[in-house]
């Protein structure tokens, strides 16, 4: 007998204020441990059985703070919507500024970061299937 796929179901995640919404819960950007600093994710869609073949995310930024640098083979779309903050892919560093989109290709060094003095907020819609990063020194 053929094995019964999950049926995703449409749901609203509502914001509440501040960057937050309904539902969805503020975790740490990685486990402890690695080169990263000041950083929260909020994964609004991909962690509860959704069959979207991609992960939408919310990610925030603190004054100071800054992602591991890593390349892996997946791709990454990534959009500021609080603050602005700079991504370093390959050897150009970009400044993203409300609404602006980075597309970061499969296997390009990148590493995103906070020098300015307010969270630097930003969406990232990633494979639902992907890879581990690799850090890089």
Known sequence: MPKKEAVSRSKLYKHK??????????????PK???????VRRVIVGNRGESARFHF???EISPGGHSSFEEHR???VVICVRGKGKVLTGRKMNLLDFLDTLYIAPDTPHQL???FEEPFGFFCIVNARRDKPKILG
């Open 113 to 115: 970061s906070n020098p």
């Open 57 to 59: 995310r919310y990610f």
């Open 74 to 76: 997946h791709e990454h």
């Open 17 to 30: 204020g501040n960057y937050t919404w309904q539902g969805i819960k503020t975790e740490l950007y990685k």
């Open 33 to 39: 441990g690695g080169d990263w600093a000041d950083i």
